[in-house]
């Protein structure tokens, strides 16, 4: 976390030496890493807010993913320069240090990428407590949701020892969900079964509306794409970063944009807009609505692991991060006090927890994903002009470098889409205000302890000096 949050020395990052020096084990090669990354991207987006796009949008499902397909490229090839050049497990915060040097731009950076993993984790909860599992039980949702944010840090408190392989093993599962999904669409288009006609149909009104439409189911789509900047992550323990993170990246990301764009041609070709919008587990409305006959329990099974998996990394990830900035003494230090018996960030957990149960009894799917992809397309925006910023910066080895014109892009669509012109709704900038008017309380309250300990300290000093002058010292 020092990484992220203070300014590194001359020579410090960057060097050739960074391909090669770091404590952690360089064990992730290419194949590990690709299925690393598409397994950061597959989960809650898919499975739980297809229906949530299908009432934006209407039959033309595909469109807002294909949009956000482009535009999460455009990140991802700014994320490749910037890994391949800075190969440090920071991630955006770092490049926002080295870029602008402004640490508290730096601190909200940090605490909107955890805020979005908060939020994230809320809309997986929120899906889990949803359709699919009321194939099993009919339980108040909201209260499931709660027990589910509840369980799972209480499983982080004990301690979760991840790793790549098990993420290959559940990327595995979630793949085999959308490939239920995909064989149903082989099986109707062969069997002709359908409605073609829907996939051209775009149900936002007409005129500008039409615009603000596209651009609002687009910015929601965008939540199934978020992930992939969490592989940077890994960049100290992967092989060679500087050469295999931008093809991991680019194969990861285009591997699930295309997955994503045929599980949402599928699902507006088998079931009508109306009906997937109605559904807080709509994919589970395809299988129902398909000709094969694949068990819906079983496919509402697959889902809730999918969700459960994306929760908790989220979970996890959010409460390191507040460890780390603790450890920094950007937020207060008691913040990354550590359960003694366990080694685990107790305060951490609890705090992350609180704000997701709060953040799953107040929104629902649909507004807290846009609020996960609001607070990451302003993280984002900050991105890709960090790229040109750092275009001054020389590093002494080869290195990932984009075309210019696509972090401008870049730029310009994250801020479109996190602009109003994306017609979202005013709950989302609340929610997303309220979660960085935390970090920033936090911060300033850092701040004043901070200077109150330097303020003790000198007169502590002040006392020592003027007892010395008056003959209280040593020698007297």
Same mark, same amino acid.
């Given at each position: 976390?020092?990484?992220?949050?203070?300014?590194?020395?001359?020579?410090?990052?960057?060097?050739?030496?960074?391909?090669?020096?770091?404590?952690?084990?360089?064990?992730?090669?290419?194949? !590990?890493?690709?299925?690393?990354?598409?397994?950061?991207?597959?989960?809650?987006?898919?499975?739980?807010?297809?229906?949530?796009?299908?009432?934006?949008?209407?039959?033309?499902?595909?469109?807002?993913?294909?949009?956000?397909?482009v535009?999460? =490229?455009?990140?991802?090839?700014?994320?490749?320069e910037?890994?391949?050049?800075?190969?440090?497990?920071?991630?955006? &915060?770092?490049?926002?240090?080295?870029?602008?040097?402004?640490?508290?731009?730096?601190f909200?950076?940090?605490?909107?990428?955890?805020?979005?993993?908060?939020?994230?984790?809320?809309?997986?909860?929120r899906?889990?407590?949803?359709?699919?599992?009321?194939?099993? /039980?009919?339980?108040?949702?909201?209260?499931?949701?709660?027990?589910?944010?509840?369980?799972?840090?209480?499983?982080?408190l004990?301690?979760?020892?991840?790793?790549?392989?098990?993420?290959?093993?559940?990327? /595995?599962?979630e793949?085999? $969900?959308?490939?239920?999904?995909?064989?149903?669409?082989?099986?109707?288009?062969?069997s002709?079964?359908?409605?073609?006609?829907?996939?051209?149909?775009?149900?936002?009104?007409t005129?500008?509306?039409? +615009?603000?439409?596209?651009?609002? &189911?687009?910015?929601?789509?965008?939540f199934?794409?978020?992930?992939?900047?969490?592989?940077?992550?890994?960049?100290?323990?992967?092989?060679?970063?500087?050469?295999?993170?931008?093809?991991?990246?680019?194969?990861?990301?285009?591997?699930?944009?295309?997955?994503?764009?045929?599980?949402?041609?599928?699902?507006?070709?088998?079931?009508?807009?109306?009906?997937?919008?109605?559904?807080?587990?709509?994919?589970?409305?395809?299988?129902?609505?398909?000709? !094969?006959?694949?068990?819906?329990?079983?496919?509402?099974?697959i889902? !809730?692991?999918?969700?459960?998996n994306?929760?908790?990394?989220n979970?996890?990830?959010?409460?390191? =991060? /507040?460890?780390?900035?603790?450890?920094?003494?950007?937020?207060?230090?008691?913040?990354?006090?550590?359960?003694?018996?366990?080694?685990?960030?107790?305060?951490?957990?609890?705090?992350?927890?609180?704000?997701?149960?709060?953040?799953?009894?107040?929104?629902?799917?649909?507004? =807290?994903?846009?609020?996960?992809?609001?607070?990451? =397309?302003?993280?984002?925006?900050?991105?890709?002009?960090?790229?040109?910023?750092?275009?001054?910066?020389?590093?002494?080895?080869?290195?990932?470098?984009?075309?210019?014109?696509?972090?401008?892009?870049?730029?310009?669509?994250?801020?479109?889409?996190?602009?109003?012109?994306?017609?979202?709704?005013?709950?989302?900038?609340?929610?997303?205000?309220?979660? +960085?008017?935390?970090?920033?309380?936090?911060? /300033?309250?850092?701040?004043?302890?901070?200077?109150?300990?330097?303020?003790?300290?000198?007169?502590?000093?002040?006392?020592?000096?003027?007892?010395k002058?008056? $003959?209280?010292?040593?020698?007297?």
């Amino acid at each position: 976390m020092a990484n992220q949050l203070h300014a590194d020395g001359p020579g410090a990052v960057g060097g050739a030496e960074d391909e090669g020096r770091t404590p952690l084990k360089r064990a992730i090669g290419p194949k !590990l890493l690709v299925l690393f990354v598409v397994g950061d991207i597959l989960g809650t987006g898919i499975y739980a807010t297809t229906g949530e796009i299908a009432g934006r949008v209407g039959g033309a499902l595909w469109l807002p993913y294909a949009i956000s397909f482009v535009v999460a =490229l455009l990140t991802a090839a700014s994320y490749a320069e910037l890994v391949g050049k800075y190969p440090r497990a920071a991630g955006a &915060a770092l490049y926002t240090q080295k870029a602008f040097r402004v640490p508290f731009l730096t601190f909200i950076v940090a605490f909107m990428v955890m805020s979005s993993g908060l939020s994230s984790a809320s809309a997986a909860a929120r899906a889990f407590s949803g359709d699919y599992l009321q194939t099993f /039980v009919d339980i108040p949702p909201t209260l499931i949701a709660i027990l589910f944010v509840l369980a799972l840090a209480a499983l982080t408190l004990r301690g979760v020892s991840e790793s790549v392989k098990t993420n290959v093993v559940l990327t /595995v599962v979630e793949l085999t $969900g959308l490939a239920v999904i995909l064989a149903i669409g082989v099986w109707a288009v062969l069997s002709g079964d359908g409605e073609p006609s829907r996939l051209t149909e775009i149900d936002t009104g007409t005129g500008q509306a039409v +615009v603000s439409g596209v651009l609002g &189911a687009t910015a929601l789509a965008f939540f199934a794409f978020v992930g992939f900047e969490d592989s940077v992550n890994m960049a100290e323990e992967t092989r060679r970063p500087s050469r295999t993170f931008p093809k991991a990246l680019f194969i990861g990301v285009a591997f699930t944009g295309t997955i994503y764009i045929l599980v949402a041609l599928v699902s507006s070709l088998l079931v009508t807009p109306q009906r997937l919008e109605s559904s807080s587990g709509p994919l589970l409305e395809v299988v129902e609505a398909g000709g !094969l006959d694949f068990p819906p329990k079983l496919f509402a099974l697959i889902a !809730l692991f999918a969700v459960t998996n994306s929760a908790l990394i989220n979970i996890m990830m959010a409460s390191r =991060l /507040v460890y780390g900035m603790a450890n920094e003494r950007v937020i207060p230090r008691g913040m990354g006090r550590v359960l003694p018996s366990r080694r685990t960030p107790v305060v951490g957990i609890v705090f992350v927890s609180l704000i997701a149960v709060g953040l799953v009894s107040t929104g629902e799917i649909g507004g =807290l994903g846009d609020t996960t992809s609001f607070l990451l =397309l302003c993280v984002f925006f900050v991105v890709n002009v960090a790229v040109l910023v750092l275009r001054k910066d020389r590093v002494a080895h080869h290195h990932f470098r984009t075309p210019t014109v696509l972090p401008v892009v870049g730029a310009v669509t994250a801020l479109v889409l996190a602009s109003p012109l994306a017609d979202r709704d005013t709950g989302v900038y609340v929610r997303a205000g309220v979660l +960085v008017a935390i970090g920033i309380a936090l911060w /300033v309250v850092n701040k004043l302890v901070l200077r109150a300990s330097a303020s003790d300290g000198k007169s502590d000093d002040g006392a020592g000096e003027r007892a010395k002058s008056d $003959g209280a010292g040593p020698g007297r």
